[in-house]
């Protein structure tokens, strides 16, 4: 799912120890979210593109072009529950129908809708490559809903 870690990391000429070091995690998780072993969490995804201003959208593979913002970004799950709860509605579906296509529970959504979790970075990569809205979209990283890929 993360298949640009590496390459950002690289291109940055940062190792994996520093990177660890500036994402606050130990060099054995980090290298395990690079590797796809882990999934590496929405909070650990966001402080990653704030250190390389890149966007989640790339780095996912959501999409081949990296919109660089040095802008950085907090969680806000308030907000990411407003806007999972958006594109639900946008949808037609109800927390039971997103739920299913999130393989979750009713009360995961609610949970996520209402802030009181954050979701998992599974299920916004699912919620995001199922209806081609951006990942930065559903994080509050950006206004842009849609995927913007190059031709």
Request: proline share 1%.
């Amino acid at each position: 799912m993360f298949y640009n870690l590496k390459r950002v990391r690289e291109e940055y000429e940062f190792s994996q120890r520093e990177t660890a070091r500036r994402l606050k995690i130990s060099k054995s998780s980090y290298n395990y979210y690079e590797t796809g072993e882990y999934i590496i969490s929405l909070k650990h995804l966001n402080d990653f593109c704030n250190v390389f201003h890149v966007s989640m959208d790339y780095v996912t593979g959501l999409s081949n072009v990296n919109n660089h913002s040095t802008r950085r970004y907090k969680l806000n799950p308030r907000m990411v529950g407003m806007r999972i709860k958006k594109i639900r509605k946008k949808k037609k579906l109800t927390q039971e129908e997103l739920a299913e296509v999130l393989n979750t529970s009713q009360s995961n959504i609610s949970a996520y809708e209402n802030g009181k979790t954050v979701i998992l970075t599974a299920f916004a990569y699912t919620l995001a490559k199922t209806y081609n809205i951006s990942l930065d979209y559903i994080v509050g990283r950006s206004n842009t809903i849609k995927i913007i890929r190059r031709k």
